[in-house]
Antibody, heavy 111, light 107 residues
């Protein structure tokens, strides 16, 4: 069974940092593009970052570019999102996703 | 950036009836379109990719069609478990963007 489990969310003050993790199992993580998507009531679903299988190619939404950094550990089947200089508008549920399966999400509140 | 729009915002349907949801891209995306289903309190689930290929978890009453800029998701006979929000998303080029969603609720 494919599983993606996010962790690391919480309450942080504006300007602070958080690091999200996405532990995966049940598929070949090291062959997979991976994505971070966030969802907030006012902004809907936004795909904020994606990374190719070996980590050599990354994409960021303009809203997070320069503040968020995606990384992965293929030996540990884990995806990360380092979030710095957090803003109130970053408040959202953050999901990691493969090309076909999503995790359950972790809530990030910036206040 | 490609803008995705969906209509209607809300669709009220009786169980057993047919539901037709529309999605439009601001420029041609070929068939690089996915549909996702989201139920309250749950993560979205991939339903359709390549505009018309159904994910294995979903039954045949779900079908997708279209190419270019206009796409349709059809649910042939709504079941109680199908009441949810449906999003379209393109993956033609970065940034991949989502539509605002269509909520299918019980009439």
């Amino acid at each position: 069974e494919v599983q993606l489990v996010e962790s690391g969310g919480g309450l942080v003050q504006p300007g602070g940092s958080l690091r999200l993790s996405c532990a995966t199992s049940g598929f070949t993580f090291s062959d997979s593009w991976m994505h971070w998507v966030r969802q907030s009531p006012g902004r809907g679903l936004v795909l904020i970052s994606r990374m190719n299988s070996d980590g050599s190619s990354t994409y960021y939404a303009d809203s997070v570019k320069g503040r968020f950094t995606v990384s992965r550990d293929n030996a540990e089947n884990t995806l990360y999102l380092q979030m710095d200089s957090l803003r109130v508008e970053d408040t959202a549920v953050y999901y990691c996703a493969s090309n076909s399966v999503w995790g359950q999400g972790t809530m990030v509140t910036v206040s | 950036e490609i803008v995705m729009t969906q209509s209607p915002a809300t669709l009220s349907v009786s169980p057993g009836e047919r539901a037709t949801l529309s999605c439009r891209a601001s420029q041609s995306i070929g068939s690089d379109l996915a549909w996702l289903q989201q139920k309250p309190g749950q993560a979205p689930r991939l339903l359709i990719y390549g505009a018309s290929t159904r994910a294995t978890d979903f039954p045949a009453r779900f079908s997708g069609s279209g190419s270019g800029t206009d796409f349709t998701l059809t649910i042939s006979s709504l079941q109680s478990e199908d009441f949810a929000v449906y999003y379209c998303q393109h993956y033609k080029n970065w940034p991949f963007t989502f539509g605002p969603g269509t909520k299918v609720d019980i009439k």
